[in-house]
């Protein structure tokens, strides 16, 4: 991913975490989800360079920080970035987060205490049941499909991501969100993320949504096929004064579907 540049390197725990920091003014930070990386927001996060100092980074295990062989779940992606705002000396940012990084910027701000200006959540893991019938099926056979032939997993992994797209992405625009998870380590790291989906994480944070300390907008794809709107409603019921914005003709990966609708919302919900 050329055209995606993440030059800096942030050691967590031993691991390379790789990440970008860009432009000048406010802090505003971007998290992504999975099974992703920071790439999702490069339809979004160059409509801020202008006005913002934008931080983007891979989380541990996805994209180009490390695939590890170890505890890549969302007991740790929330000490990661918890550690990556010391790091940038960022104590009140303004922060954006998509799927699992909904979840990772939930538990760094009510589990480990670090506050924000603004928290945009879209499409967010963030309350419980979630996991879908492939994420179940997968969690009791990681083995089997960490040593699937790769012909067989260049089919899988387009297949699964082009679920959370609504419109018809071709495939040289679906190429970087596969080529991370595709050979060695990418398969293994693929399943092992999911292996180590747990709804306990998001159980952690859940009762506390009613103490988040920043307005909060809720950005949620009409027509996401892997967490239903519903449960986006549902979750501004918890969040004192928590904005609700469905997104038409959008999918779980609204920055595809409809960046122009992130951005707008963004500009709108950004303090001055």
């Not at 030059?7 to 099974?35: E, I, M």
């Not at 980074?57 to 490390?66: K, P």
């Not at 007991?75 to 960022?90: C, T």
């Not at 595709?182 to 009613?210: H, K, N, S, V, W």
Request: glycine residues 8%; negative net charge; charged residues 20%.
């Amino acid at each position: 991913m050329t055209d995606w540049p993440l030059p800096q390197t942030y050691r967590f725990n031993g691991h390379s975490v790789r990440y970008a920091v860009r432009g000048d003014g406010p802090p505003l930070v971007f998290v992504h989800g999975t099974p992703f990386s920071s790439y999702v927001w490069h339809r979004i996060a160059p409509h801020f360079i202008t006005t913002h100092r934008i931080h983007y980074f891979d989380l541990l295990g996805y994209g180009l920080s490390e695939k590890i062989d170890g505890d890549v779940s969302l007991g740790v992606q929330n000490e990661l970035l918890a550690q990556l705002l010391d790091h940038w000396g960022l104590a009140c940012p303004d922060v954006v987060a998509h799927d699992f990084g909904g979840a990772t910027a939930l538990r760094a701000h009510l589990l480990n205490g670090k506050n924000y200006r603004s928290l945009t959540l879209i499409d967010p893991v963030a309350l419980t049941p979630w996991g879908s019938p492939f994420v179940q099926h997968v969690r009791q056979h990681e083995a089997a499909f960490s040593g699937l032939p790769d012909y067989i997993q260049r089919a899988i992994v387009p297949t699964y991501i082009r679920g959370a797209i609504k419109r018809e992405i071709p495939d040289e625009e679906l190429a970087p969100y596969v080529q991370p998870w595709l050979g060695d380590p990418g398969q293994a790291a693929f399943y092992r993320q999911i292996a180590q989906m747990d709804e306990r994480y998001t159980r952690e944070a859940e009762g506390l949504y009613p103490t988040i300390r920043c307005p909060v907008q809720i950005l949620w794809g009409e027509d996401d096929q892997w967490i239903p709107i519903e449960r986006g409603r549902a979750l501004q019921q918890l969040i004192p004064g928590a904005q609700f914005h469905p997104v038409p003709n959008a999918g779980h990966l609204v920055q595809e579907d409809a960046p122009e609708a992130i951005v707008a919302a963004l500009l709108r919900f950004l303090p001055l």
